[in-house]
């Protein structure tokens, strides 16, 4: 008789003005656009009937109010490690205003100037992880883009530089991060999931 291994369900935040111009967008507290709160709730359409021991949520708005729109705000624990990568210097960027400064720069390898390193960012993640391995039964939780890949870099104890950067994600989509052989073995089961995302 197989046993069901806990999962844990990774929500990326609707769409703010910044992700439609693509602008990094770390810290600074942007709202949902009406498509993203549009986009929250037909998350929450996804999620339905499915049950989570622990609901954990950034505290930035556009990740507390994806979950509260997808209808888990009531029983959400708000986790400050789940904040978006802090991008100091290049705060409200884009890659191309950048590397006209810094043509080689990579954020997964390189971190930002002013903000966070992959290794800083990595040991947030860690620590994430440690909490949601601690939960007995299936977490859910509503964070942001480039936390999220490197997120799923460490549950698969990869660097979170030289993995992070492979895992590409949309907004409002849903990701499942697993195991398999009895908990041995942790992988990801389902990535970027955004098939209920209306255009």
């Known amino acids: ?20 111009t693509g602008q990094h967008t770390g810290l600074t507290d942007l709202p949902l656009t009406p498509n993203g709160e549009c986009n929250a709730r037909r998350l929450g359409e996804r ?5 989570f021991a622990k609901v954990f949520t950034s505290p930035l708005q556009r990740a507390a109010r994806t979950c509260e729109l997808a209808g888990f705000g009531e029983v959400a624990e708000t986790d400050h490690d789940l904040v978006e990568w802090n991008y100091g210097e290049y705060e409200g960027l884009r890659r191309d205003e950048i590397l006209r400064t810094h043509p080689d720069w990579q ?38 883009g480039h936390f999220i890949r490197v997120l799923a ?3 698969l104890a990869l660097g979170p530089g030289s ?8 907004p409002a989509s849903l990701s499942a991060l697993s195991y398999e052989h009895n908990l041995s073995q942790p992988v990801i089961r389902l990535w970027n999931d955004d098939h209920h995302v209306a255009a």
């Open 153 to 155: 870099a460490r549950w």
């Open 163 to 170: 993995a992070g950067k492979y895992f590409l994600l949309s």
């Open 107 to 144: 954020l997964f390898r390189d971190g930002a100037p002013g903000g966070e390193s992959p290794a800083e960012i990595g040991e947030r993640a860690d620590r994430v992880v440690a909490r949601v391995r601690a939960v007995e039964g299936n977490v859910l939780l509503f964070s942001s």
């Open 1 to 20: 008789m197989s046993v069901a291994l806990p999962e844990v369900y990774v929500a990326r935040h609707g769409n703010t003005a910044w992700t439609l």
């Open 47 to 51: 999620l339905k009937g499915m049950t």
